[in-house]
């Protein structure tokens, strides 16, 4: 069924249609997005970038001293609970903040590349207690500001952060004839060298060799963080010296100071294999697991012209005429489902702004005031719990649930992007007990065949409209329309 650009524009580029909300209307809507996006101030890390560095430089230090005192034989477990019990916080709140602003967000295709993009560069807060703080950092400093630029500004400044070398244990990775290996024994870790081909740019089966993934590990040597400043460093005294062969072309630091990762992050972006891994990945995430391959080519063609220009690589996707037929060739992922559920329901922020803190409220203090509190005030603390229950088991709960949790990817591959993965018994088990959920807390007063239209729009089959119409009531007719198989597809 061929639908109207609009809609098709809000669901398959977007999260979804929302009340009140104009769709996009041609390609050059939807262009306008990236820029206006990238200027833009996301809602998360919650206390701005400056203030984020500030917590986790100090979270870092507090973890570091209560780790010495912890060899020494002094243990400080307060100081330990209380620090995780801040990280464990923030977390919540950057990631309900992160879910926020998809929601409410009237920039869908800006906000969907900023999840591709976080996606593609994967990185996890479940790596340590710190990264709990450096990831949404991450996305705010490196991604999203870098998405509708050039590949090799994205590729630098997602590599070159933080997240990503604590990530991938670069920051723990010597040259194996460096000063620090010949002091104190530590080798050569390939892990960021080995992704970077595979995964970031050139692809897997591409042709690189393991010897190429060794020779990229050498070169990126040197590498590591600052901690205290949380920043990217040059250690020379890491750094392999000499020169590396890496698929052809030698390395020899010829611009001095350390600078062969930059030529190297540069090469590989230039590169034809990785504008065809990169293009091929984007039209199957946006459009078919079996990417046409004509649409492929026609992004390409705009990489190579553009010298790798992102948004004019969007700009050839979003032009093919591939780019507006067949809709619903796939399965929206769960964070996808989720938010496009709340902007058809018209959340009020208030509503979100709530959840998050009946979540805060909720969260377990195990010092000896608190536990005197709950002695004498036991069915207000249960309220409490209840009310914080129900508020994680709709948002970020709901996500892990799903097999989605927000910036946890399985892997440094990031999320699966097929529909098999998602297309599961279990899978529609979970979204089914969601929309049961959110219809029976949010529905109640919501006639369902006025929702069905706010939701899908043009998209709705008229079987579908027929059985809604038929609906006992309304809770059960909102329940159907979220978990029909045109919402659930886009």
């Not at 750094?239 to 600078?259: M, S, T």
Request: net charge neutral; hydrophobic share 40%.
């Amino acid at each position: 069924m061929a639908l109207p650009t609009p809609t098709l524009a809000a669901i398959r580029y977007g999260y979804g249609l929302r009340p009140g909300e104009e769709p996009p209307r041609d390609v050059e809507a939807l262009l306008g997005q990236i820029e206006e996006g990238a200027s833009g101030k996301p809602r998360f890390p919650r206390e701005g970038i400056a203030g984020r560095l500030d917590t986790a430089t100090r979270v870092v230090s507090l973890l570091a001293a209560e780790a010495k005192a912890r060899r020494a034989g002094n243990p400080n477990e307060d100081v330990r609970k209380a620090t995780q019990s801040e990280a464990r916080r923030i977390y919540r709140q950057d990631a309900m903040a992160r879910l926020a602003q998809a929601i409410h967000s009237p920039l869908g295709f800006y906000e969907r590349l900023a999840s591709f993009w976080v996606d593609h560069f994967s990185t996890s807060v479940m790596k340590s207690l710190p990264m709990r703080m450096i990831v949404p950092l991450y996305e705010a400093q490196a991604i999203r500001p870098n998405l509708g630029g050039s590949f090799t500004k994205l590729l630098s400044t997602a590599i070159l952060h933080p997240a990503m070398l604590i990530y991938l244990d670069q920051d723990q990775s010597v040259g194996p004839d460096s000063v620090a290996a010949r002091k104190n024994g530590r080798g050569l870790n390939e892990n960021l060298g080995r992704e970077l081909l595979e995964l970031h740019t050139l692809g897997a089966g591409s042709g690189y060799t393991q010897e190429d993934v060794r020779a990229s590990a050498l070169i990126l040597t040197g590498l590591s963080v600052d901690n205290r400043a949380m920043q990217v460093v040059y250690q020379p005294r890491f750094a392999e010296a000499g020169p590396v062969n890496l698929l052809g072309r030698i390395y020899r630091d010829d611009e001095g100071d350390g600078q062969d990762h930059v030529l190297m992050l540069e090469d590989l972006a230039a590169n034809p294999k990785t504008a065809q891994h990169i293009c091929g990945k984007l039209v199957r995430h946006f459009i078919a697991d079996d990417a046409p391959e004509e649409m492929v080519a026609a992004m390409v063609a705009a990489w190579t012209k553009s010298r790798g220009d992102l948004t004019e690589v969007y700009r050839a996707m979003l032009a093919h005429p591939r780019a507006w037929s067949d809709p619903g060739r796939k399965i929206k992922q769960p964070f996808e489902f989720v938010v496009s559920g709340f902007r058809a329901l018209d959340l009020p922020e208030r509503n979100f702004g709530n959840l998050l803190r009946d979540m805060d409220d909720g969260d377990e203090d195990e010092s000896p005031v608190q536990k005197a509190m709950d002695l004498t005030g036991m069915a207000a603390r249960e309220d409490t719990k209840k009310k914080a229950g129900r508020a994680n088991a709709l948002t970020l709960g709901a996500l892990q649930r799903m097999g989605q949790p927000i910036w946890q990817p399985p892997s440094p591959a990031g999320f699966a992007d097929e529909t098999s993965v998602w297309l599961t018994p279990s899978q529609l088990s979970e979204r089914i007990s969601w929309s049961r959920m959110v219809a029976r807390i949010f529905g109640q007063k919501m006639e369902p065949s006025v929702f069905l239209q706010a939701a899908l729009a043009d998209a709705a089959h008229p079987e579908t409209s027929r059985i809604i119409a038929q609906a006992p009531n309304k809770v059960h007719g909102i329940t159907m329309v979220l978990a029909s198989p045109e919402f659930n597809r886009r």
